[in-house]
């Protein structure tokens, strides 16, 4: 702990730790100081001088080393002539702060009037204004009126296309560089820049295509003025017509707080939609910032053409008819879920499946979770206090791609000092904040964490080290990988001391699934199959969220050859096109219900809309087929299921959604009336979740998981350790994942198909290209187990020649690393 | 007692035979209204035929019944409504919930919304009451063009027009 | 008497190697490096007195000792960026005594214990550019720089490097950042170049006058040097005289020397039979003197030094010292600085980016007739907005001419205003 310094701030005693700045000791006070360039989460540069007070400090006697007294016993105080700023002043001992006297106010007044006379102040067209932290502290800290001329305004480019996501208003930017700073120091993308100087200083982009980057939308939260702006926001609707509701982002495991803005629509004939989606405060989670893909592709789907509906007396057939195929097959029968559903709707369906006696699997090529729901994070977990002292290992993950704000936070741990390790079969964005970078051979995967403990230095770092987090994902890496590397990761553990693994905070395996909830699946003993299409085969298939058929061919012959296909989704796809039955089910912005992050974190959603006519939330389509079943589920509300869930399953215990949904004062302070301070994102008053308890009193080594799995995992089978090498002429074809995906929840973005299309093909080294005849942007064939697709070729130095990187979801069923031929397409058969 | 009677009768008869007659036929003769009448508003237009509305939406935070709505999206110059970059792409009032107090009419940057004249509304419906852009709108002055224009670049970029202080 | 610094105007070719080894080149530096500890030399040059000659007048030996001795590499880096408007002092020493001021970058690397030094040469400077780099080839060749330095373990490397032409990168921290390949804009201090500064290490930045005095002062010791100028400023300084005096062009006087004596005697007064009514002594960043018959004598006998010329309402700053006839009117003056500013200003901070912004059109209207009294006042009070509240000293300078001049010479800004 900090040494604690003593200061008055405008009369005020503060007591604050050593080195804070004294605005944010103010802050802390309750005392507003105006600031613009200043952001608790960036370190200070004091170039817009907003935040301008009278700083006195004790005169100190130089004999004596001690504060020279007043006659009246008080220590003398120096003031310097000038007001400093407050931003970049650690408070020190004794300080007397003055914010509110008339010489302090001047300066706040008179710097706040210079902005003005270069600010357009066209606030009734600005989507910022309403929400616009200068137009507040103009509110209260400014000029009354204008001193200047309006014809001598400066003018400056109004409609700029920063990127295809983000507007740039010239004229608005008062240059506080918050957003420059951003992408330089917090996203690790230094993609914007000034130009010019003087009062022509402009923001540029230095990338091509612009602002190329996945944390675009934070640089909108955080501009204190309306320069910059989201392109599907734009005009949208003004702040305070909107409504907010607290929601969990379901792009990715790491479970963003967001809050989604609704307001009725004439275009949705006077009913509710989603106009944007915010970040939502939580310090543990997210802090105050989400990617672009939750932002713009976070509940665009869950609005889209394609969604499923029936009216009532359909939807009461269609479960009959199902409910009695069911009925049927009862053990015959095999449930199938995708990851999205909530923590609700998996504990219904297990019981479902328990009681019916059908086999339930988790429809995921993501193995491993029997480690992670056995070795994962503890609670008390946070890894924004990871520093010094800590080691983190990531590895066969692109957090970037897959879970972008895991990547920021580890890379703000490597800044703090955390020893970051990160182990990839070719190079990844994290790599550069990276401590320690290893490189191995696809196929090697399990060998190389195998290795690392007897590697020196960073066998030493592991060893020594405070607290230890894995982070364990599927690049190029197929169910038996993505399983046997889990099972590495958690030896690793087991091989360490106890004093440093057993059950405690910050310590722990997370895998970086793809889905928000696969977490939620496995603790409740959920678990992937590893033969599917064998397993459909006459059956009774009821498959929720999740679509076989579109990702893989074979998975759709085999569910041709299923006995009948219930399909439960909000979307329809090509597993609901092929189905005989199909249950539309509601949205997660439609109702309530919990996720389980990665980090084993449960966290709460709230209806944003009203459910749709004609659908129903998962958990209570399952309990009324198992009604029609003859099987009394509870279906009523998810908080009826939730109390089930805590009373039946271990991992949940002690959870409720009221504790779900408490809060804790969390810094820095933004929301409210702090826009000027933080942002525009808003303050947590909804929750910040609870994370799961690990088996008590269990050591890792002895630690074995009471629920037992639904159906036996796949045998993690022992990989070789000189890796996946190909023969000739073939090349060693690997599934990655993209942040932008084709899947069914991101397709719908519009907003993002060109960011989507920039990862439509297959990745290869350019010398592998030029070998084949290829170029970027050239098509080709790549022949998969004698089945032939054609794709697009995207070049990238950093994979290793004699390997073709494959992104899932675009249309090559890839499941497991695999060998291929590429062959240039030639342009005369295309024609 | 008389006396008062007669007095009474008086007063009267003044009226009837010496003073001006205040009732008017209505419908067949209107009488002119005042000068800041608050009657049923209308959406102006600029001379060019452009609307003045920017669908700023400030008229509905004014609007003390909520009788309001709009909704906005961007111009272009291809298909341009308002100077600048932003126009009302629907402008509804409920004139049923309308209280016609005017907050609308204070509250509007670009003095596009005014309350007029026309204080004789009757609807058999409720959805009747509402009034969208295009009844609100102000047919195009002559020598205007109607919305949308094409307009040549870099002309309209400014929405908020210089205003003036208001006489009157 | 001999001059100190501008050598060249008593010996010709001074500029060449050869001839100045002839004139004692390089005494100095050999004596340091092989007779005196690096502490031994900031002591002499703290006994000196010798302040920094770029426009604040710091000590040098006092800033040399700010360095801490935990953290290294040390770094030396000399600001040629001459910018400020009514300079061009540096440029004669650079051009015509190339050596001895390359001698005394050397000295101040010796000294704070830095292998590398930059020179910092305003891009303008292209062909002095060129001039330095040929003859610090000419020193390493001779054995005068690179390693083992006459036998020792001492090693000193010089480089330059050109600036883009932005007057902002004369202030120190904007220097560096240009220096380390960043936008030129002033950084936040504390913490100050002593400690953290040329790529994040302990730095001194001195000015080449400050500089070019060390090889004397290294070899003659402090006690010859304090015999020029007066007790707190001592030694010489070369006096840039422009604007209307008959002779305009650098003069090496002692500190000290009265207003006069530049004026009159060195730069032959003013032409024209004109009367001298104002004059800026520290380029366009200073506060205007005013002169007329009350207090011309008290003006003419003020000793220009550090501390005199305050009294004035002034200060010396790097001596350029711009004498300003009656034929010119004072809200032109004020409108040509304020131009040079809106210019030059890096748009960091507000008040100097928006409030020369202001500044210009304010300065711009009334110097064209086309304002009113209240505009004065306006212009006066955005000046005050701007003082004191800037990221660096540029905001303050350029707030030094309006104000003054408002105050000093209001008739000026009357008639202006009247004709409106």
């Keep these: ?831 | 007692m008389i006396v008062e009677l007669a007095r009474g009768l008086w007063t009267t008869l003044r009226a009837l035979i010496f003073e001006k007659k205040v009732t008017v036929q209505y419908p067949e003769e209107k009488k002119p209204v005042k000068q800041r009448f608050r009657g049923r508003h209308y959406l102006d237009r600029y001379e060019n035929g452009l609307e003045k509305c920017i669908g700023c939406s400030l008229c509905a935070a004014a609007c003390p019944s909520d009788a309001i709505f709009v909704e906005s999206a961007e111009n272009t110059d291809e298909a341009r409504y308002s100077p600048g970059e932003r126009y009302a792409s629907t402008y509804e009032i409920n004139m049923l919930r309308c209280i016609y107090c005017g907050f609308c009419e204070d509250a509007c940057p670009t003095e596009a919304i005014k309350m007029g004249d026309n204080y004789e509304l009757s609807f058999t419906d409720r959805r009747q009451a509402i009034y969208t852009k295009e009844m609100l709108l102000v047919p195009v002055p002559p020598g205007g063009k109607p919305t949308p224009q094409v307009t040549p670049p870099g002309v309209y970029t400014r929405s908020v027009p210089e205003m003036k202080d208001p006489v009157d | 008497m001999a001059y100190l610094l501008l050598r060249h105007r008593d010996i010709p070719g001074l500029e060449n190697i050869e001839i100045y080894k002839q004139n004692g080149g390089f005494r100095a530096l050999e004596k340091a490096v092989t007779t005196l500890q690096p502490k031994q030399v900031v002591e002499e040059v703290k006994a000196s007195g010798l302040r920094g000659r770029g426009g604040a007048g710091f000590p040098t030996g006092v800033k040399w000792s700010f360095l801490p001795d935990t953290i290294w590499p040390h770094y030396v880096v000399c600001n040629a960026d001459e910018s400020e408007p009514g300079t061009f002092k540096d440029r004669e020493i650079m051009e015509g005594n190339p050596y001895q001021f390359l001698e005394g970058v050397a000295l101040a690397c010796y000294a704070v214990g830095a292998a590398e030094g930059y020179i910092y040469i305003r891009g303008e400077y292209y062909p002095i550019a060129k001039q330095i780099e040929a003859c610090i080839a000419e020193m390493e060749k001779q054995g005068y720089l690179g390693d083992s330095l006459f036998g020792t373990q001492t090693s000193i490397r010089l480089k330059v490097h050109l600036g883009a032409g932005a007057y902002i990168c004369g202030e120190e921290t904007a220097l560096l950042e240009s220096l380390e390949g960043k936008r030129g804009q002033p950084r936040l201090r504390p913490p100050f170049p002593a400690v953290v500064g040329l790529y994040g290490k302990p730095t001194v930045i001195n000015n080449v006058e400050t500089l070019t005095n060390l090889p004397f002062i290294v070899e003659h010791g402090a006690a010859a040097f304090r015999e020029f100028g007066t007790e707190k400023s001592p030694g010489v300084k070369i006096f840039s005289l422009s604007g209307n005096v008959e002779r305009p062009g650098n003069y090496e006087l002692p500190l000290g020397t009265p207003f006069r004596e530049l004026i009159f005697t060195h730069g032959g007064g003013i032409p024209n039979g004109r009367k001298l009514r104002a004059i800026m002594p520290a380029g366009a960043s200073s506060s205007i003197i005013r002169v007329d018959d009350s207090n011309f004598d008290r003006v003419m006998d003020t000793p220009m030094d550090y501390e005199s010329v305050p009294s004035l309402g002034s200060m010396l700053g790097s001596a350029s010292v711009i004498v300003i006839d009656d034929a010119h009117p004072i809200d032109w003056v004020i409108k040509k600085t304020i131009d040079f500013f809106q210019h030059e200003s890096c748009g960091k901070c507000t008040p100097c980016r928006d409030g020369n912004y202001w500044m210009k059109h304010l300065t711009t209207r009334i110097h064209a007739g086309k304002a009113i009294a209240a505009d004065v006042k306006l212009l006066d009070n955005v000046a005050a907005q701007v003082y004191g509240k800037c990221l660096c000293a540029l905001g303050d300078f350029s707030t030094m001419a309006v104000r003054s001049a408002i105050e000093r010479f209001p008739e000026d800004f009357e008639k202006v205003t009247g004709n409106s």
């Design chain 1, 1 to 831: 702990m900090a040494k604690l310094i003593n200061l008055k701030i405008n009369g005020k005693p503060v007591s604050v730790p050593e080195g804070t700045m004294v605005v944010d000791a103010a802050k802390k006070a309750g005392i507003d100081i105006p600031v613009f360039c200043y952001h608790p989460k960036m370190e200070p540069v004091a170039m817009c001088r907003q935040c301008l007070v009278e700083i006195g400090r004790p005169v100190i006697d130089r004999a004596t080393g001690q504060p020279v007294l007043e006659e009246n016993g008080q220590p003398k105080l120096q003031f310097g002539p000038k007001l400093e700023t407050s931003c970049s002043t650690p408070v020190s001992e004794g300080m007397v702060v003055i914010t509110d006297s008339e010489k302090a106010r001047a300066g706040q007044r008179e710097i706040l009037e210079l902005l003005l006379t270069s600010h357009p102040l066209d606030c009734p067209v600005c989507d910022k204004g309403g929400e616009c932290p200068l137009q507040n502290l103009t509110m209260k800290f400014g000029p009354k009126e204008s001193r200047f001329l309006y014809d001598e305004k400066h003018h400056a480019e109004k409609h700029f296309p920063l990127g295809d996501l983000i507007f740039l208003d010239r004229e608005r930017c008062i240059q506080c560089a918050r957003c420059v700073r951003f992408q330089s120091d917090i996203a690790g993308e230094p993609v914007l820049g000034f130009s010019q100087r003087g009062r022509h200083t402009e923001i540029v982009t230095y990338s091509d295509p612009g602002f190329d980057s996945v944390f675009s939308g934070n640089t909108t939260d955080i501009c204190p003025v309306g320069a910059l702006t989201t392109a599907d926001f734009r005009f949208g609707a003004r702040p305070w017509e909107l409504k907010s509701s607290a929601s969990i982002c379901s792009q990715c495991p790491v479970g963003c707080n967001v809050t989604f803005n609704v307001r009725r629509e004439v275009k949705a004939g006077g009913g509710y939609v989603i106009k944007r989606a915010m970040p939502r405060q939580n310090e543990q989670v997210n802090e105050i910032w989400m990617c672009d893909k939750g932002r713009f592709a976070g509940y665009q789907y869950t609005e889209a053409d394609s969604r499923l509906k029936l009216d009532s007396p359909e939807l009461d057939q269609a479960l009959s008819q199902a409910a009695v195929k069911l009925a049927e097959s009862a053990s015959q029968a095999v449930f199938l879920a995708g990851g999205r559903l909530s923590n609700e709707d998996f504990y219904t369906l297990k019981q479902f499946a328990t009681r019916l006696g059908a086999k339930a699997y988790l429809y995921t090529r993501h193995g491993g979770g029997e480690y992670t729901t056995r070795y994962g994070l503890a609670p008390g977990s946070n890894l924004g206090n990871l520093g010094k002292g800590d080691t983190v290992l990531v590895v066969a993950s692109d957090l970037y791609h897959e879970a972008p704000l895991w990547y920021l936070r580890l890379k703000a741990a490597a800044k703090r000092g955390a020893t970051l390790i990160v182990a990839n079969a070719r190079a990844t964005k994290l790599d550069e904040f990276a401590t320690f970078v290893i490189r191995y051979s696809y196929g090697d995967e399990v060998e190389t964490v195998k290795s690392l403990s007897s590697k020196e230095k960073v066998g030493e770092a592991i060893k020594n080290t405070h607290h230890l987090v894995i982070f364990y994902g599927a690049d190029g890496l197929g169910l038996t990988g993505t399983t046997a590397l889990a099972q590495a990761c958690a030896d690793l553990f087991t091989s360490l001391p106890v004093s440093q693994t057993a059950p405690k905070a910050n310590n722990g395996l997370i895998g970086v699934w793809s889905t928000p909830n696969q977490q939620g699946a496995l603790e409740m003993g959920f678990a992937p199959c590893a033969d599917l299409a064998a397993e459909l085969k006459d059956k009774t298939v009821y498959i929720l969220a999740a679509d076989p058929a579109g990702d893989d061919p074979t998975l759709a012959e085999a569910l041709k050859g299923a006995k009948a296909v219930i399909a439960q989704d909000i979307l329809e796809t090509e597993t609901t096109r092929l189905a005989n039955i199909v249950l539309p089910a509601a949205a997660y912005t439609e109702r309530e219900g919990t996720f389980t992050s990665g980090e084993r974190r449960v966290q709460r959603f709230y209806p944003a809309v009203p459910a749709r006519p004609g659908t129903k939330a998962d958990f209570a389509l399952i309990a009324e087929l198992a009604k029609r079943c003859g099987i009394d589920l509870e279906g009523r509300s998810a908080l009826l299921v939730m109390n089930q869930i805590v009373a039946n399953e271990p991992a949940f215990s002690g959870i409720t959604y009221a504790k779900l949904a408490e809060v804790t004062e969390q810094w820095p302070i933004i929301g409210r009336s702090d826009l000027f301070y933080g942002g525009t994102g808003y303050e947590n008053k909804q929750g910040l979740g609870v994370t799961l308890s690990l088996t008590p009193g269990v050591s890792p080594q002895g630690r074995d998981k009471q629920a037992t799995l639904l159906s036996p995992s796949p045998a993690a089978k022992e990989m070789r350790g000189e890796g996946l090498r190909p023969k000739e002429d073939e090349l060693l074809a690997v599934p990655i994942t993209k942040l932008y995906d084709n899947g069914t929840t991101v397709a719908p973005a519009k907003l993002l198909a060109a960011h989507i299309a920039r990862f439509d093909g297959v990745f290869v080294n350019p010398a592998t290209a030029k070998k084949y005849g290829l170029e970027n942007g050239s098509q080709a064939r790549v022949s998969l187990n004698g089945v032939t697709y054609s794709a697009s070729v995207l070049l990238d130095e950093s994979i290793s020649t004699g390997v073709v990187l494959i992104p899932r979801s675009f249309g090559i069923p890839l499941a497991e690393p695999a060998f291929v031929l590429l062959t240039a397409l030639e342009p005369a058969q295309e024609a």
